[in-house]
């Protein structure tokens, strides 16, 4: 080997490892956005939790100061009340604010039957018995619109520009690219690290001409680049993909 193909060498191995330290940048640039996200989403909604719990303490010694200490029922009542919000609470934490609302429901109209009504002999203590139970349905209906809130808000993170000020055109050219399955999955690989031809041919089950030409129409808006025989997703695809797949959440979430 003569001393300028032992050059190109060295110099085809460090742009691997340039390649490869490039790769791993990008990851850890992508996961520290997920994990910042992350973080205020679970700040959102630890401040919303702590809301809820005041409130739900506050109802209920409001309930237990004014209890008529005359009624045969009391400790059985009293004590049906407490484990209640405190499993409406747990669920809450556990599964979410729709579990939660489901609980509140069901014993909102256990204790709005005819049956309850007949046993309580106090109409303002139940009144003061149920209040509790309708701000947490309002608290947690609020808490589930906030975390839609958040996510209309993260999927329109560095945003500029509102739709009305959109070319019609350019919003086509850039959506298009992604109205395609198999350039989804294109994309959605990409996202874990640089690949070559082959390794996409892998991950998508396509040879060949179809490959490069859904390649190249991902390359045309700049989603992917490539490098030093790599394929790579730009921040620019990136943030399409996540656009993408918070719409496709979105809309199932709303159907």
Same mark, same amino acid.
């Given at each position: ?8 060498? #060295?110099? !085809? ?6 390649? /490869?330290? =490039?790769?791993? @940048? ?13 973080? %205020? %989403? ?6 919303? @939790? /702590? ?10 010694? +409001? =309930?237990?100061?004014?209890?008529? %200490? ?5 400790? =059985? ?5 407490? %484990? ?11 599964? $979410?604010?729709? !579990? ?10 256990? !204790?709005?039957?005819?049956?309850? @009504? ?12 149920? &209040? ?24 329109? /993170?560095?945003?500029?520009? !509102?739709?009305? &000020? ?11 690219? @992604? ?16 690949? +070559? ?7 998508? $089950?396509?040879?060949? $001409?179809?490959?490069? =030409? ?13 490098? +030093?025989? #790599? ?10 993909? +996540? ?13």
């Amino acid at each position: 080997m003569d001393n300028s193909e032992e050059t190109l060498k #060295k110099i !085809s191995d460090q742009l691997e490892k340039l390649d /490869t330290k =490039f790769n791993f @940048l990008q990851d850890m640039l992508f996961t520290m956005r997920n994990e910042l996200e992350l973080i %205020k %989403k679970t700040t959102i909604r630890e401040n919303y @939790l /702590t809301k809820i719990t005041k409130v739900a303490d506050k109802t209920l010694i +409001n =309930f237990l100061d004014n209890r008529p %200490k005359d009624c045969n029922i009391l400790d =059985f009542c009293t004590t049906l009340i407490e %484990k209640e919000i405190f499993k409406i609470l747990t669920t809450l934490l556990e599964k $979410g604010e729709e !579990s939660a609302l489901n609980e509140v429901n069901e014993f909102m109209k256990l !204790s709005e039957s005819d049956e309850v @009504l007949k046993i309580c002999p106090n109409n303002q203590c139940l009144i003061n018995a149920i &209040e509790p139970f309708k701000l947490l349905k309002d608290l947690i209906l609020d808490s589930k619109e906030l975390s839609l809130k958040y996510f209309e808000e993260l999927t329109l /993170t560095d945003q500029q520009s !509102s739709f009305e &000020e959109l070319n019609e055109e350019e919003l086509n050219d850039l959506l298009t690219p @992604l109205s395609n399955a198999v350039r989804l999955k294109i994309l959605n690989t990409l996202s874990k690290g640089g690949k +070559n031809y082959s390794q996409l041919e892998e991950a998508t $089950g396509i040879k060949a $001409g179809h490959l490069l =030409f859904h390649i190249d129409k991902l390359k045309e808006v700049e989603y992917i680049i490539q490098e +030093n025989k #790599k394929y790579l997703i730009t921040m620019k695809g990136r943030k399409a993909l +996540n656009l993408i797949s918070g719409l496709g959440k979105e809309l199932s979430l709303k159907s």
